[in-house]
C-alpha cells in the first residue's frame, strides 16, 4: 500500500511533502518506475512502537495529514502468532495519536481498520453497514477494534482530527503471497510459464468463503478524499459491496486465461474460525463524499495476474 499510495499523491498532489515512516527502507519493485517513486518521500527509519521515536519524528514532520498504514496486516498469520499481531497493532497506533497529542499537532489521521471487525455476521444483515456491531473472531480483528476504540476515545477525549475506515479485503500488485488473491494469481502464474511442466492444480484452504475484494486504486482514492471530505469521529466501510467467493476467484481466472484446473484444498490454510461471508456496503462513504468504486473484479484480477506472470517469466 505505500508504494501505492506514494504514487498517487505523487501524481494529484504534486505540491505535498510525503513523509513515510518504516522499519526497513521500502522496496517497491513491484511498481513501474518504482526508484522515482521511493525517491518522491522522506524516508524517517523508525520502529511505531517505540513512543520516544515516534513523538519526535511527529515532532519534526509536523504533518497535514496522517494515513496510519503500518500494521500485522494478515488474519492467517495474525492465529500464528497471535500476541505479535494484537501487541504491534494496538500499540503502534496508540503510540502514533499519543505522538499527536502530545505535539499538539493539528492534522487529520486516517485510521486503518478492517471488515474482519464485523466478526461472523448473520446473512440478513448484508451488505453490513457501519452500524452493524463488531464482533471480531480473529486476533488480528480484536486488535483492529481497539484501534478504533482508541481512535473515538482520542477524538472525544482530547479533541483529535480523526476518521476510521473499515477497509474489506483489498487487493493489487505487489501483495503478498500470504494473501489469497495474490497466491492464485500466483499459481495460475507458474502453470503458465511452466505450462506441460507443472500440474494445473490450484491449492487453496476454505473455497466457500465470500469476500468483498476491491480494487487498490479504489481503495487509495477513498482515502484521499477522507483526508479532506471524511467526518470526524465517524467511521467509513470500504468496499464494493459485491462478493465472490474463493472458488469464484480461481473461476475467474481460469476463463480469463482459458486455463483448466484443479482445485485442491489444502487444511494448512484452514483457519480455527472464518467467517463464511464478509460483503459491505459504501453507502456512507459515498453520501459523505461522493466516493464509489471503479475498478471491476476482472480488471482487478487481471492486472494481479500480469504482475505474477511476469515475476515468473524474469525466473526463466
Known amino acids: 500500500m505505500g508504494g501505492h499510495i506514494t504514487r498517487y499523491i505523487q501524481s494529484n498532489h504534486p505540491d505535498w511533502d510525503i513523509h513515510g515512516i518504516s522499519r526497513s527502507l521500502p522496496v517497491w519493485n ?22 520516544a521515536r515516534t513523538r519526535q519524528l511527529v515532532k519534526e514532520i509536523d504533518p497535514d495529514f496522517i494515513l496510519h498504514l503500518a500494521a500485522f496486516s494478515s488474519v492467517g498469520e495474525s492465529w500464528q502468532k497471535p500476541v505479535e499481531a494484537v501487541l504491534n497493532n494496538t500499540n503502534a497506533f496508540l503510540n502514533v495519536v499519543e505522538a499527536v497529542r502530545l505535539n499538539n499537532c493539528c492534522c487529520r489521521i486516517v485510521s486503518v481498520g478492517s471488515s474482519e471487525e464485523y466478526g461472523i455476521v448473520d446473512p440478513s444483515q448484508l451488505p453490513i453497514h457501519e452500524d452493524a456491531r463488531p464482533r471480531p473472531a480473529n486476533p488480528y480483528a480484536v486488535a483492529r477494534v ?32 500470504q494473501f489469497v488473491v495474490s497466491s492464485i494469481a500466483d499459481q495460475f502464474a507458474k502453470i503458465a510459464v511452466n505450462r506441460g511442466r507443472d500440474s494445473p492444480v490450484i491449492s487453496i484452504g476454505n473455497g466457500s468463503i465470500v469476500r468483498d475484494f476491491i480494487d487498490i486504486e479504489d481503495v ?46 489444502q487444511n494448512t490454510l484452514l483457519r480455527p474460525i472464518d467467517n463464511p461471508i464478509l460483503v459491505g456496503s459504501y453507502e456512507k462513504i459515498h453520501a459523505h463524499t461522493g466516493w464509489e468504486p471503479h475498478v471491476s473484479i476482472e480488471e482487478s484480477l487481471r492486472k494481479i495476474y500480469s504482475y505474477w506472470f511476469d515475476q515468473e517469466s524474469a525466473k526463466i
Open 30 to 51: 513491484f511498481l513501474p518506475g518504482h526508484e522515482q517513486i521511493a525517491g518522491a518521500i522522506e524516508f524517517h527509519q523508525g520502529d511505531l512502537l517505540n513512543a
Open 146 to 177: 481497539s484501534q478504533e476504540n482508541l481512535a473515538q476515545i482520542y477524538m472525544q477525549g482530547y479533541h483529535l482530527d480523526i476518521c476510521s475506515t473499515r477497509s474489506f479485503n483489498h487487493i493489487g500488485p505487489g501483495q503478498r503471497i
Open 220 to 265: 487509495i482514492r477513498a482515502y484521499d478524499i477522507l483526508f479532506t471530505n471524511g467526518k470526524t469521529g465517524e467511521t467509513y466501510n470500504i468496499c464494493t459491496g459485491k462478493g465472490h467467493s474463493i472458488a469464484d476467484i480461481v473461476r475467474i481466472f481460469s476463463e480469463m486465461l482459458d486455463i483448466s484446473v484443479d482445485i485442491e484444498q
